[in-house]
């Protein structure tokens, strides 16, 4: 049976009489246990023939091989591989293969509050996942996966960097209009249905953080440098060393006019740092780069002394969400991670304390508190997955392994039957919410599971010391 709605058309292929009444299509059929009726729908361009028909049942062994060969590539072993293997799976689908983009997840519009405004379409790319996906991949032993996004980061940065998206298309396009579909319902009632994300014309700092970041991980994992590397990092910090004062739009995509968000000093810090390594340990740039090196220096240190007079509230014993402010963001507890402060330092000490009491609901960390307004949209959200392996992360890398790993556990507890997780949790409903499933909760869970595990087997190193002595 076929449809055709202007370019595109359908065909379904069914073993049973398919029915067309009143604009629906249905059928009846009578199954019992061990009966396989293998259905078929295909897309195809109208002004084209339809596709031929294939054999369902070879196609499912081929897809199954697929899957089982690659999982087998995973360089992961033990406990800490049985943990992440259904998340690499997950970004491994996430994955468009002609290009090696990413989605931030395969839906658009499930809500963050169920019959709320907080829907957005996730289907694109973040250049905000770059680092952490490459982490990922790479730890697995996923180098060409890794190799793959690394080449579609420098083809969707290239040209200007003033012009620098935070997000793309997965062919690394940058026209992500925002527009609603008024005649949908939304999921469960949730209003507006959106296509497009118009968080795509933001300036946000922590990106170049992010790019610079992945550029700098790719060459210490051993991925061949790019010819055109260089010159897009050279120019990332030219443009950073006049932007970073700049007030900017953060991490969360607010929609509450710009300020100097305490991560996106952060993140500017991590450009500057990985600009100094990168020449340091690698070279790059020659000598033209040799030359830079005392005034990045000088810089990496003004923007650190900055974020850590401005961006810490001595008051909260805590960093705040943006300089001068009161209210607290769970980005900033991505510190230690980034290498801009230990876990063991009195003032991350504390903001995880703060974080703690203020973000935490139900045992799991909201992104920052919506009662402040810097968002500028009503109504609330749920916890935010990410922010809560975060936290986790925060007590291994601090010595708290016990708690660590509790958390982590209750995280893993979230999960569905297929070991998938949505953007965020709402404890007061038992469920998952928004757009599902999301690659960054996977990413999160991964590098997670590494902190621990590396704790764990740190922790093990004295007392081995010991019974050998």
């Known amino acids: 049976m076929h449809f055709v709605a202007g370019p595109n058309a ?16 249905s059928a009846f059929v009578k199954v019992k246990k061990g009966d396989r009726l293998p259905l078929q729908l295909s897309w195809y361009a109208s002004h084209e023939p339809a596709p031929p028909p294939f054999d369902v049942d070879k196609a499912m062994r081929a897809t199954d091989a697929f899957w089982q060969q690659w999982a087998n590539r ?49 289907r694109f790319c973040w250049l905000r996942d770059a680092s952490l996906t490459l982490d990922s991949l790479l730890v697995s032993g996923y180098v060409d996966e890794a190799r793959d996004f690394r080449d579609w980061l420098f083809r969707a940065v290239a040209g200007d960097v003033a012009d620098l998206q935070i997000m793309y298309d997965l062919y690394g396009g940058r026209r992500l209009t925002e527009y609603e579909l008024p005649w949908l319902p939304g999921y469960e009632g949730s209003k507006p249905v959106r296509v497009g994300n118009a968080a795509s014309g933001q300036f946000q700092l922590d990106v170049f953080g992010e790019v610079l970041s992945a550029i700098y991980l790719a060459r210490k994992s051993g991925i061949a440098a790019r010819a055109d590397g260089w010159p897009i990092a050279k120019a990332i910090i030219e443009y950073l060393e006049q932007a970073w004062q700049r007030p900017d739009d953060g ?50 240190e003004r923007i650190h002394e900055e974020t850590c007079a401005r961006g810490y509230n001595p008051q909260l014993n805590a960093f705040t969400q943006s300089y001068g402010s009161d209210a607290l963001d769970a980005s900033v507890l991505l510190m230690p991670h980034v290498g801009f402060l230990p876990a063991t330092d009195p003032r991350v000490k504390g903001t995880v304390r703060a974080v703690e009491q203020t973000l ?64 965020e949790y709402e404890p007061s409903l038992r469920r998952q919410i928004s757009n599902f499933p999301q690659a960054f909760s996977h990413l999160a869970l991964v590098l997670t599971a590494r902190v621990i595990d590396a704790q764990r087997q740190q922790a093990k190193k004295p007392q081995k010391r010991a019974a050998a002595g």
């Open 10 to 25: 359908l065909v379904v292929r069914a073993p049973f009489e398919l029915v067309k009444s009143g604009g629906r299509t």
């Open 74 to 122: 995973c360089a992961l072993k033990g406990e800490l591989r049985d943990t992440v293997m259904q998340s690499l799976l997950t970004l491994k689908a996430l994955i468009y293969a002609p290009t090696g983009g990413i989605a931030a997840a395969p839906t658009t519009s499930l809500p963050e509050q169920i019959g709320g405004v907080r829907n957005w379409d996730y």
């Open 251 to 300: 991490i969360w995509e607010v929609r509450g006019g710009r300020r100097h968000f305490t991560h996106s000093k952060i993140m500017a810090w991590v450009a500057i740092d990985r600009m100094v390594k990168l020449i340091e340990e690698f070279g790059s740039g020659g000598e033209e780069s040799a030359a830079m090196l005392p005034h990045l220096r000088s810089l990496r």
């Open 360 to 423: 935490l609901r139900d045992g799991f960390v909201l992104r920052y508190g919506t009662e402040h307004g810097t968002d500028g949209l009503p109504g609330t959200e749920g916890a935010f997955l990410a922010c809560s392996f975060w936290l986790a992360d925060n007590y291994a890398f601090a010595g708290r392994i016990d708690e660590a790993e509790a958390l982590f556990d209750r995280l893993l507890g979230l999960r569905n039957h297929l070991g998938l997780l949505a953007e």
